[in-house]
């Protein structure tokens, strides 16, 4: 894009702010910002503030397993499950693209310490419990790691330092998630330095495209992968590549499952499975209707009773079939770091402006079955979202520790 373009598109959209200073950068400079400008998203930058909510279709409850049912036949469901691993047939897939500005920790969120006397990094905490099953498998699975260009130097620098914490190097693979511009609460673009337009990471549900783009999906084909269990780095008792849940799924005969925990309350904050027109769906407690978020079954157990936590098996060859589908959107308010006109550097304290972000959940709605598969939350729901209070290290330590994690 030259120069004239980028202020022609800019001008319609009328954001020719971004252009201030731009004859007093490098060249490289330039180019690097005339190609941030090809890559905007307009349609997504015209949501800001005007997001419509997409009315929900027809809810209906979805069947599960539950942990009983789980628990009559769990041998039978981790003996195909850990033939599937032995076969090569299982990959995991981490997401660690996030920024996890509600920690507020400086580095990726996988390198937070969650010891007490040792040390524990979030990240060899997950290579610990992935090792728990491939340890027992006698093989180990493709692990697939997803970071930002905010964090992905950072990331594999770490995993080198530290060894890959016993997890061979080989196995493991990573790629970069991409990026959207944001903007200020009049839409306006917002620049991170002269010459660069702030950006954050595209939500978590870009992960499969993303991952084709980075020309990985061969390497899926090539090992024979045919389910990924995606995860996310900040629930720290996760069973990743969980036996059981791959076996319940394959037997099942669906294409995808889903980890759920039981909701503690009717109104616990937390996206919820259900059926929308027929299809697998999740829904945010805040969509359900009293009626709905407060429904029981004749043994008294809520109707709608299953959150999920962000772990999900596909099946390879379904993801293919959606990785075209368009996700929606979201508007998400965020705390955003920017330069102002006068180039000074502010790093606010409250949320200041909208990201653009596709979530995973969506792409439940893809999918042309799930399986609900509860697991108990004490042992297997630690998220650390927060450093203190609800979802937080304190609350993921104590987890961590009844667990019997030394920490
Ligand atoms: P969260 O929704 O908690 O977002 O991510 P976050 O960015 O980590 O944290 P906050 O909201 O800024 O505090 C859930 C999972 O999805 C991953 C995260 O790394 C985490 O594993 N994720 C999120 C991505 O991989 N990419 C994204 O763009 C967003």
Redo the contacts with the bound molecule.
């Keep these: 894009m030259t120069k004239e373009q980028a202020m022609k598109v800019l001008e319609e959209h009328n954001q020719t702010h971004v252009m201030r200073g731009f004859d007093d950068l490098t060249s490289s400079q330039q180019e690097t910002l005339l190609n941030q400008i090809a890559d905007l998203q307009w349609d997504d930058i015209a949501l800001a503030g005007n997001q419509t909510e997409i009315p929900l279709g027809e809810i209906t409850p979805i069947e599960g397993m539950d942990v009983e049912e789980i628990d009559a036949k769990r041998d039978e469901f981790a003996k195909i499950g850990y033939d599937a691993i032995k076969e090569g047939k299982v990959a995991a897939l981490l ?9 507020g920790f400086d580095k990726p ?1 996988g390198e937070l310490n969650v010891g007490i006397d040792n040390t524990l990094y979030i990240f060899q905490c997950l290579i610990n419990n992935l090792m728990d099953v491939t340890n027992v498998a006698g093989k180990t699975v493709p692990l697939y790691i ?1 970071t ?1 260009e905010k964090n992905n130097d950072e990331t594999i620098r770490f995993f080198e330092e530290q060894n890959y914490f016993g997890y061979p190097k080989e196995d493991v693979a990573f790629f970069v ?1 991409e990026m959207a511009a944001a903007v200020d609460y009049d839409g306006k673009l917002l620049m991170e330095e002269p010459g660069r337009l702030a950006t954050s ?4 549900g870009g992960w499969f495209s993303s991952l084709q783009k980075a020309g990985l999906l061969e390497d899926v084909h090539k090992r024979g992968v045919e389910w990924i269990n995606i995860f ?3 629930n720290v008792l996760q069973r990743i590549c969980d036996p059981a849940f791959i076996g319940a799924t394959i037997a099942s005969g669906k294409v995808s499952g889903s980890k759920v925990v039981r909701k503690v309350d009717p109104y616990e904050k937390m996206g919820v499975m259900c059926l929308e027109d027929g299809k697998p769906s999740v829904v945010e407690y805040y969509e359900l209707s009293e009626d709905m978020a407060e429904a029981t079954n004749a043994d008294g157990k809520l109707t709608y009773a299953y959150g999920v936590i ?1 772990n999900y098996i596909f099946r390879v060859d379904k993801l293919e079939e959606i990785v075209e589908k368009h996700l929606p959107v979201h508007v998400v308010e965020k705390k955003i770091p920017y330069i102002t006109a006068e180039g000074e550097n502010v790093k606010p304290t409250e949320p200041n402006g909208y990201k653009f ?1 596709t979530l995973v959940v969506d792409m439940i709605r893809l999918m042309d079955d799930n399986l609900p598969f509860e697991v108990v939350r004490e042992k297997e729901f630690a998220p650390i ?1 927060n450093l203190h209070g609800v979802d937080s290290l304190d609350s993921a330590r104590e987890l961590l520790k009844a667990n019997g994690v030394e920490l």
């Design positions: 997401l660690a693209g996030g920024m996890g500005t509600r920690l969120k997803m930002s998630q990471p595209n939500g978590n996310a780095v900040d962000l972000e979202k």
